[in-house]
Antibody, heavy 122, light 106 residues
Framework: EVHLLESGGGLVQPGGSLRLSCAASGFTFSDYGMTWVRQAPGKGLEWVSTISGFGSATYYSDSVKGRFIISRDNANNILYLQMDSLRADDTAVYFC???????????????WGQGTLVTVSS | IQLTQSPSFLSASVGDRVTITCRASQGISTYLAWYQQKPGKGPMLLVYSTSTLQSGVPSRFSGSGSGTDFTLTISGLQPEDFATYYCQNFNSFSTTFGQGTRLEIK
């Protein structure tokens, strides 16, 4: 069974940094692109970033481009999101998800983790 | 591309048949998926490529449409179906979600 577990969320001051992790199990990690999606409190879903299976291709939403970096450690089956220059509007639950099909960078998301909360506040 | 769901809020009873609509700002062929999200949980993929039911999803869920207009239909609502539903589209540049439809028990 595929399982995704996010960690690393917490309270950070505006302008600060945080690194999120997503531990994956139950599938051949390097075969699949992975993605981060966030959800501000009481709001809808917003795509953040996607990375290809071997990490050679990365994509970002305009709202995080230049501030966030997605990466992956295929030896240890971990997905990361390095978040710098954090702003109040980055406050959200951050979900990691696996892309549905192998060897794709644009695809449906399945399954998702349970999310980790990032709060940006002074 | 923008996705607009309607209604934003829906009240229904167990056993009802409900339909949620997702309209795209431009034609997206059949590149549309539907997700269900329950409070405190990550979303779950229900339907992808407009009408393909994800493995394990009950057959009371169905999707249809093409171009700019798409629907998710739940035939015979069950208590566990009361949740928020999102549509999603992707292209070669980004992924977009609709604003969500909250389905509550009447």
């Amino acid at each position: 069974e595929v399982h995704l577990l996010e960690s690393g969320g917490g309270l950070v001051q505006p302008g600060g940094s945080l690194r999120l992790s997503c531990a994956a199990s139950g599938f051949t990690f390097s075969d699949y692109g992975m993605t981060w999606v966030r959800q501000a409190p009481g709001k809808g879903l917003e795509w953040v970033s996607t990375i290809s299976g071997f990490g050679s291709a990365t994509y970002y939403s305009d709202s995080v481009k230049g501030r966030f970096i997605i990466s992956r450690d295929n030896a240890n089956n971990i997905l990361y999101l390095q978040m710098d220059s954090l702003r109040a509007d980055d406050t959200a639950v951050y979900f990691c998800a696996k892309l549905l099909g192998p060897s794709r960078v644009w695809d449906w998301f399945d399954p998702w983790g349970q999310g980790t909360l990032v709060t940006v506040s002074s | 591309i923008q996705l607009t769901q309607s209604p934003s809020f829906l009240s229904a009873s167990v056993g009802d048949r409900v339909t949620i609509t997702c309209r795209a700002s431009q034609g997206i062929s059949t590149y549309l998926a539907w997700y269900q999200q329950k409070p405190g949980k990550g979303p779950m993929l229900l339907v992808y490529s407009t009408s393909t039911l994800q493995s394990g999803v009950p057959s009371r869920f169905s999707g249809s449409g093409s171009g700019t207009d798409f629907t998710l239909t739940i035939s015979g609502l069950q208590p566990e179906d009361f949740a928020t539903y999102y549509c999603q589209n992707f292209n070669s540049f980004s992924t977009t979600f609709g604003q969500g439809t909250r389905l509550e028990i009447k």
